[in-house]
């Protein structure tokens, strides 16, 4: 006897695709026929099971008075049913495929309509289209079962047209959280249930188009265009700007401009069949495999690409056009050229903008298995014949999905999904229908299926093996061209090294670029915390911020590492000869000249401008480089330090980005720094039971520490080491290196001692001698303040001797002291944002300000940042402070201590101190959080060390 029967939901657990779905096919925005949208708001109610309650709230009629409503597109646990749940790679559930948990959140969903006027049901089809639903769908349109299907992020239509009544209809859809499906949808991201994409009842008018399919080729040696539309409805295309007009199925060759990312020339046309005209946006291109490179238009490209998750911080991954276009219009500002979209086809329309507006898009299924991974992926669907046909529904769903699309150059089978079976015949079937692009998939390190090898954070030393080709591998393998389809881990602060990769990127032909891993934080708006992330909603399993590791916060502000990852991958290269008075400029895009640039040049004398022109700089051609003459420098006012900044500038109002933006950018100095002298005069002072003074200074006579410089109350100064661990300190659990940010606690950087040795007052210096070591370890600083005045400013010397067994890199170098009242800062060095030694490139050395508050990087989870790179000197809180040799600033109104111990940007506090750190020394950042750690040549290692602040009472 069995307990439990077969009941109306077993398609839940169904490992098939669905059933009364419409064959997939191209996907377009609007045509001649009508059309109906659904979105809006919905009645709702959850259920905690599936089968809790019967169908008959689909019949007409059904009293749905009492039931909530959703806006759909929407997730309902975004809007106050349930809550999300965030894992990276565990299932949130046992697994036990295809079965799913009892507790399986169901959310029945009711839509009442009526048809427009003129909707023509007699002599005409229509079809119901659902872009997206998380995860498992059945559907109802007036009382009428017409299936149910999985495949969260993946189109399904269904003809509905004999069903439909010109008033009151109702449409319903139950909608269950957990699936069969859900196995095959483990990617690192929330689990938002939902119908969360549009949700639309389209005319179909007698004749009209099914599905078709755009050829559009470019011969880059004849400079000609083929154009040929197979279309399952005949019809003709026409396309007036190139003068053509032919059936459906006929080819023309016409001369035409190529579509590039660079250069994203679309033609208009249009696809008129009996019953409907489609408008078409053309892109002439080809994609290749030739020579072992990747080339589109007989070129090779090379990818600065991002992964791309959908994400909005309030409603989830239900995007509506302004936020796609605002993703896109911000990568293209910041040079990116391309985009994986990771992990499951975008909203169809965000397709429609990489068209129009230039991006190389590696297009991935929504397939992910990861899970698997902890039962060393056994019982894994792609491998095992019974999840075959949904994973090729899956192909089929985003191939014939986006096919039109010109900037879909590579289909990607899925991400971290083992290897297997059905993933061959995935790869085999897209090949089989789709010969015009090439197939991805990283998880195939042999490239059995795949025309592309990839890899995910391979370090800087391995991706460079593997330019050299030295790194083994199949036979076919050893042909195929190389992408890190994700690299640099742009979790909290960081990532770092990517300016290296750039490099090697760039030396190595079979090296096609990368793709930075990730787009955005996945931050959910939260009244509590500002940002939830994993664990803020009680989930059992979470991986906590591992959710926010992108360029740009979750409300799309740029985080420091876009501005970095825009400098790196910048698409000229400016390099300065200051004696020959010359730039070097290089054209380092792909396919455009540089006749969209303008170029100016200014001078700077202590940083400020004091002169700038244009600069006249040929049109050179993808690869060309010119030595550009300068003018005559300004005559030097005064002794400053001086340098030349040249610019790459729109030189018009492009559809991404205003006349004037700035695109690529170099500095280079003409003479060096000099220091403002500074002669030791007076000696200290003691007086009986009074303090110690030194020119405009006070300090305690016992512990020889700083109490005021002039009117400025100074507190705490001594030597500090510690930083308030980022994600890439801490690194992910599973790294096999040195993960440093666990061994600094290990050996108590947090909690060094400070042992005074000597204060002596004697000659010309006070002198304050220290030891500063943790309680435990016998490492030790050694460490000697020594103060000096010249009359009326101060000097501090520290010098640093390691004492012991240093086996640990430090995590910076330098002084902290307490300001009370402090706001603005002005400074002159690295700015305008925060750097870190391997996070540098985009810091430009001039004069600049700001406030103690916007000088912080509001990270999600509060670790390190803010750091100032190369400062000569700073003002803050009425103190002037000049570096020997120049220094790393940070000002905040927290000690480090509780930036550490913050989870959340609602943790921090401001209290009445201004803490600033002045540091001779900053350990790297890297890419831990998942990737390879700080290159050797950016870790900060313990050693003798001797630098100097001047301070002044400017206040
Ligand atoms: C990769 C994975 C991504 C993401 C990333 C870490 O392994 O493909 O989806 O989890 O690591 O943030």
């Not at 005209?277 to 053309?282: E, K, T």
């Not at 895009?589 to 700077?604: G, N, P, V």
């Amino acid at each position: 006897m069995s307990f439990r029967s077969a009941t109306a939901v077993d398609y839940v657990e169904d490992v098939s695709p669905g059933s009364g779905a419409l064959p997939p096919r191209a996907w377009y925005p609007a045509s001649d026929a009508t059309s109906l949208s659904l979105n809006g708001g919905w009645r709702f109610r959850l259920s905690p099971t599936a089968d809790a309650e019967d169908d008959s709230f689909a019949e007409p009629g059904y009293d749905a008075g009492g039931w909530a409503e959703v806006s759909v597109p929407g997730h309902w646990v975004l809007q106050g049913h349930g809550a999300p749940i965030y894992t990276n790679h565990l299932y949130p559930f046992p697994v036990d495929p295809p079965r799913v948990p009892t507790e399986n959140p169901t959310g029945d969903h009711l839509r009442f309509f009526d048809l427009p006027e003129g909707w023509d049901l007699a002599d005409a089809g229509t079809v119901l289209r659902f872009d997206g639903v998380e995860s498992c769908a059945r559907v109802w349109l007036n009382g009428t079962d017409i299936g149910e299907f999985k495949g969260s992020r993946l189109p399904h239509e269904f003809a509905v047209g004999h069903l439909l009544r010109p008033a009151g209809n109702v449409l319903a859809v139950r909608v269950h959280q957990w699936s069969a499906g859900s196995y095959l949808e483990d990617q690192d991201q929330w689990w938002l249930p939902g119908i969360f994409r549009d949700v639309t009842l389209l005319h179909r008018p007698a004749g009209s188009v099914l599905d078709f399919f755009v050829h559009a080729s470019y011969d880059h040696v004849t400079g000609a265009g083929t154009l040929r539309v197979d279309s399952d409805a005949d019809g003709r295309v026409t396309v007036p700007e190139l003068g053509i007009d032919i059936a459906t199925g006929e080819p023309a060759t016409v001369p035409v401009e190529a579509w590039t990312a660079e250069t994203p020339r679309l033609y208009d046309g249009v696809l008129a069949t009996e019953g409907e005209r489609v408008p078409l946006r053309i892109g002439f291109r080809t994609v290749e495999l030739a020579e072992g490179l990747i080339k589109v238009n007989g070129r090779p490209v090379l990818f600065k690409g991002v992964n791309r998750h959908e994400w909005h911080p309030e409603r989830g991954r239900a995007l509506d056009l302004e936020t796609m276009r605002a993703d896109v219009l911000l990568m293209k500002r910041h040079n990116i050229n391309a985009v994986r979209t990771s992990h499951y086809p975008p909203h169809p329309a965000f397709l429609d903008l990489c068209d129009e507006y230039g991006l190389w898009v590696i297009d991935e299924c929504d397939l992910e298995t990861h899970g698997f991974t902890e039962q060393a992926w056994r019982d894994n669907p792609v491998d095992d014949d019974h999840w075959t046909p949904a994973l090729l529904d899956r192909a089929a769903r985003m191939v014939e999905r986006d096919k039109n699309h010109p900037s879909v150059v590579i289909w990607s089978l899925g991400n971290e999904a083992g290897t297997g079976r059905g993933l061959t015949a995935m790869a085999e079937w897209i090949h089989g229908r789709d010969t015009s692009r090439l197939v991805h998939y990283e998880g195939d390190i042999d490239c059995r299926d795949t025309d592309v090898y990839s890899r995910m954070y391979a370090d800087h030393a391995e991706v460079e093996r593997i330019g050299r080709g030295l790194d083994g591998g199949t036979h076919k393998r050893r042909q195929l061209p190389f992408i890190l389809c994700e690299y640099g881990h742009a979790m909290g602060n960081g990532p770092g090294g990517l300016a290296d990769y750039q490099r090697i990127f760039e030396s190595y032909d079979r090296l096609q670029g990368g793709f930075i891993w990730e787009w955005i934080d996945h931050g959910i708006k939260d009244d509590r915390y500002g940002y939830a992330y994993g664990g803020d909603f009680g989930e059992e399993l979470h991986d906590g911020n591992f959710v926010c590791d992108g360029l740009v916060f979750p409300d799309r502000r740029p985080s420091p590492g876009l501005v970095e990852y825009k400098k790196v991958i910048e698409p000229v290269r400016v390099d300065g000869d200051a004696a020959a008075g010359t730039v070097r400029v290089t054209n380092r895009y792909d396919f455009a000249d540089l006749s969209a640039l303008d170029f100016e040049w200014s001078y700077q004398v202590g940083g400020e401008t004091v002169e700038s022109g244009s600069l006249a700089v040929p049109a050179l051609a993808p690869g060309e480089s010119a030595e550009v003459k300068l003018p005559e420098p300004p005559v030097a006012t005064g002794s400053g330090e001086t340098q030349w900044t040249v610019r790459a500038l729109l030189a018009a109002d492009t559809a991404w980005g205003p006349r004037g933006h700035v695109v690529a950018w170099g500095q280079f100095p003409v003479s060096g720094r000099q220091l403002t002298s500074f002669a030791a005069s007076a000696g200290p002072v003691v007086s009986d039971g009074g303090p110690i003074t030194l020119g405009p200074a006070a300090f305690d006579a016992r512990s020889g520490a700083l109490k005021t410089i002039g009117s400025v109350a100074v507190t705490g100064l001594r030597l500090d080491v510690w930083r308030a661990t980022t994600d890439n300190d801490d690194g992910a659990a599973w790294q096999s290196d040195i993960r440093y940010g666990a061994l600094w606690r290990k050996f108590g950087l947090h909690r060094m001692r400070h042992r005074l040795d000597a204060v002596e007052p004697a000659g010309d210096a006070l002198t304050v001698r220290t030891r500063v070591a943790p309680a435990a370890w016998e490492f030790g600083l050694v460490t000697v303040y020594r103060w000096t005045t010249d009359g009326s400013r101060l000097r501090l010397t520290v010098s640093v001797t390691p004492d012991g067994d240093w086996t640990v890199p430090l995590p910076r170098l330098g002084i902290r002291f307490g300001l009370s009242a402090a706001d603005r800062v002005r400074w002159f060095g690295g700015g305008p944002g925060e750097a870190y030694p391997d996070t540098k490139a985009a810091s430009a050395v001039g004069r600049w300000q700001s406030t103690v508050d916007d000088m912080q990087t509001p990270y999600l989870r509060p670790q390190e940042n803010g750091a100032r790179a190369d400062v000569r000197w700073a003002e803050i809180g009425g103190l002037r402070i000049e570096g020997d040799p120049e220094f790393w600033f940070t000002a905040r109104r927290w000690t480090t201590e509780q930036l550490d111990a913050a989870a959340h940007r609602t943790d921090l506090v401001a209290g009445d101190t201004v803490w600033v750190n002045l540091d001779h020394g900053q350990h790297g950042i890297g890419s831990q959080s998942c990737g390879p750690g700080v290159l050797p040549q950016y870790q900060l290692h313990a050693g003798p060390a001797e630098f100097s602040f001047v301070f002044a009472d400017i206040g």
